[in-house]
């Protein structure tokens, strides 16, 4: 595949919102939170396994409402749309760490899955060509690890809680983001 065509296609794909993923990232982060605070620590992990498991089928139907539409067949290939759902894909294959770790200490759940499923905003914000991911996994990275050794007694409710705060943070960001783009883009059109 030529370069040229390469940086046509990411340029494409890096004028996208991308706000349904994390939206949805938001939501069932914050949903885990309230299990954690309300049930046992035996629902709690299964919310999250469930939760990250559900997270990419909530973004896909959130997409249709932020104008992403993930589902829409008539949009032109991308190379790199499918490049992001290899990220995703990779985030899922990171259980295969998590759960034998769950199952020598339950509680390390959230930290694993917490962490592990972060990793796929680095090679985001490769292709974007913005820190906005660099900060989300390092910045969620650190914060769930000191949580999880600073209050061992509330990891399933403190770690879901604190990534859900990433997630705001990360959405508001890349809201400045497509604001700014969208005014580089009006301005070049002017001139």
Known sequence: MNKRFLDAQRIEFSNQKFLATPLSGLVIWTIIGVVGLFFSDFIAVWSIFIGTGSIVYLAMFISKFTGENFLDKTKPKNEFDKLFFFTVAQALLVY?????????????????????????????????????????????????????YVL?????VVIPFAIALIYIITIV???????????????????
Request: hydrophobic share 55%.
């Open 96 to 148: 295969a760490i998590a759960i034998p770790f769950f199952l020598v200490d339950y509680t390390s759940l959230p930290m694993s899955v917490g962490i592990l499923t972060g990793l796929m905003w680095l090679p985001f914000s490769w292709i974007i060509n913005h820190w906005v991911g660099i900060f989300h996994a390092l910045f969620r990275t650190v914060l769930v690890l000191v949580l999880w």
């Open 173 to 191: 960001i890349l809201k400045n983001r497509i604001t700014n783009v969208e005014s580089l883009k009006k301005k070049h059109r002017k001139s």
């Open 152 to 156: 061992p007694e509330h990891r399933f």
